[in-house]
């Protein structure tokens, strides 16, 4: 069986110092203070530190082969969005990034597919940059949850998901700049809770602003599962329902209409939350996604989903068949 793991992430090994470059803070920098390993800072903070599985693809291919995985979905870390920054520096940083990507996904056909990054705080670059990656091959995009604190709902995005329509590019939707972040930074709060809370917030911003039917053949995937969404679906209805004034402002179809619209990832770390989430969307609606080489992903990357009795098409559908209908790639080029 073909297994795709449809959500990890990459860097290059080395980054352009572009605070020195762009002459202002935010960036992150790599030291690499000793072999194998590096420590990613933001102006003069320590964010995180990180080892040669982060960039290396020989590394990564010896890791999850262990588990029976055949193939990558590769984009950027989050934290190397830089949506920050001004339109034109913005882009110059996804254009670096995507080009990383695409020179991995070159030399090893089989093993990575790429998507890339944008600079998402100016539609009119980031339609631009959609257009040479898909001239490159990169088969989608990953962004953030919300765009400088504003939803994906804005207007101002349209251009961007016609753009993704058009040019057959899927979308990954993953949670970053959690809101409420400073006042929670006990406990690990912004990735246990503000993570969850900021898939939903970008989901039922797209369902009620209307964006899935505006834009009905995007393919959009939501990280972790659809964070708190689908836990919180009946709360989200009963909204929707009582105070329609409030809700159904931009769009009169009920939320519960979406589910299996959209894909998910499969990475619950719980067997009985992962059978709600097949329940409510599809097992053609799920995919494989571990969050490599993260400690908070799942770094067995769906061996817990071998242990849970499903039936074997349903197991087939979560490793490879929805990535690949989510993507529109032939399981043939992989096998």
Not at 38 to 59: S, Y
């Amino acid at each position: 069986m073909l297994k795709i793991d449809m959500h990890t992430h990459i860097m290059p090994k080395y980054l352009p110092d572009w605070e020195k470059k762009f002459g202002y803070e935010g960036f992150i920098k790599l030291d690499h203070h000793k072999s194998g390993w590096a420590r990613m800072i933001q102006g003069d903070k320590f964010f995180r530190e990180i080892n040669h599985n982060c960039w290396d693809p020989e590394v990564r291919i010896n890791e999850y082969n262990k588990f029976n995985t055949q193939v990558q979905v590769v984009c950027t870390i989050p934290v190397l969005f830089a949506y920050f920054a001004k339109a034109k520096d913005g882009l110059e940083v996804a254009e670096f990034l995507n080009d990383d990507l695409v020179a991995l996904v070159n030399k090893y056909p089989k093993k990575y597919i790429g998507l890339g990054t944008l600079p998402m705080q100016s539609p009119e670059l980031a339609v631009k940059e959609l257009h040479r990656i898909k001239k490159m091959g990169l088969k989608g995009i990953q962004i953030g949850s919300n765009i400088n604190n504003k939803n994906l709902s804005e207007s101002e995005f349209f251009p961007i998901w016609e753009a993704c329509e058009k040019l057959d590019l899927s979308v990954l939707v993953h949670p970053w700049n959690m809101m409420g972040k400073e006042d929670m930074e006990s406990y690990w709060l912004p990735w246990l809770v503000g993570m969850p809370a900021e898939t939903s917030r970008a989901m039922c911003s797209m369902i009620f602003g209307g964006v899935f039917e505006k834009f009905p053949n995007l393919r959009v995937n939501f990280c972790h599962a659809s964070g708190s969404f689908l836990s919180t679906l009946g709360r989200i209805e009963h909204g929707f329902n009582c105070r329609p004034d409030l809700v159904a402002v931009d769009n009169n179809f009920n939320p519960r209409k979406y589910c299996g619209h959209f894909w998910v990832d499969c990475i619950t770390h719980d067997e009985v939350m992962l059978e709600y989430v097949l329940k409510m969307q599809g097992s053609k609606r799920v995919t494989l996604g571990s969050d490599y080489p993260f400690p908070l992903g799942d770094l067995e990357i769906g061996e817990f989903i071998n242990n849970m009795g499903l039936p074997q098409s349903e197991v087939e559908d979560i490793f490879c068949n929805s990535t690949l209908e989510w993507l529109n790639i032939s399981k043939e080029d992989y096998l």
